[in-house]
């Protein structure tokens, strides 16, 4: 709704928006390009990744561009312990 709003509201066209976040938005983006597919023209994670348990499969059609790295302490790729 927020995509379509925006759309409307200032005439961008629906192949220009794109979901990105950082961080916890990154795992945001994730989860819906997995579990909505291609609502947004494409999906911008960045320092993000997929919640566990990660899901088998991903909805088809979600083009997306991740960005990590490698050093990061706060939110590993390969993840961490929460609370612990």
Request: hydrophobic fraction near 45%.
């Amino acid at each position: 709704q927020v995509a379509e709003d925006a759309a409307l509201r200032w005439d961008i066209p629906s192949d220009n928006i794109f979901a990105g976040g950082f961080s916890l938005g990154a795992s945001l983006a994730w989860d819906i390009a997995c579990t909505q597919g291609p609502v947004f023209a494409g999906f911008l994670p960045h320092s993000g990744a997929l919640w566990e348990p990660a899901p088998e499969t991903c909805a088809a059609g979600a083009r997306l561009r991740q960005v990590h790295g490698v050093d990061d302490t706060t939110f590993p790729l390969e993840g961490r312990e929460l609370g612990g």
